[in-house]
């Protein structure tokens, strides 16, 4: 896996690419001189936890035949105040749509969260509380 990185401008727009040719943009804060034109890089990681656990969700409940018509995701991260400012904590909401069972979805989301999300797992190894919670509408 590759991706590589250009700058967009003189300040901190850059935009990352990978090697299927999509990219993404990320930008500094604005205290800093960024211009808000993407995501900060520590956003990034949060929609990371978000994607990843997300696609294991989905796979899972459809390989247990659940109905599984929409999935969003809220992910709170708390950061320490020193530098670097790492997280500390990350909370994860899932919001699951359709007719589905709940301990077939108390299974998927606990899979991921502690097996397969490849995302979530390196954080916790580097010392980041991880918590998860869901519900079905």
């Known amino acids: 896996m590759t991706v590589e990185l250009n ?3 003189d300040a901190f727009l850059f935009e990352t690419t990978n090697d299927e040719g ?3 943009r990320t930008d500094g804060s604005p205290d800093i ?4 034109a ?3 890089p520590m956003q990034l990681v949060l929609s990371a936890v978000a994607s990843c656990s997300s696609i294991d969700i989905v796979l899972l409940l459809k390989k247990l035949r659940q109905d599984l018509t929409d999935i969003k995701v809220r992910v709170e991260g708390q950061r320490v ?6 997280f500390t904590d990350i909370h994860v909401h899932y919001e699951l749509y359709g007719e589905l069972d709940d301990k077939k979805v108390e299974r998927a989301c606990r899979l991921s969260m502690e097996k397969l999300c490849s995302v979530s797992l390196m954080l916790k190894a580097g010392g980041v509380n991880i918590t998860w919670d869901y519900e079905i509408k």
């Open 7 to 9: 700058r967009i401008d």
């Open 22 to 24: 999509l990219s993404v």
């Open 81 to 86: 105040d020193t530098e670097p400012r790492v």
């Open 38 to 40: 993407g995501m900060r």
């Open 33 to 36: 001189g960024g211009q808000g």
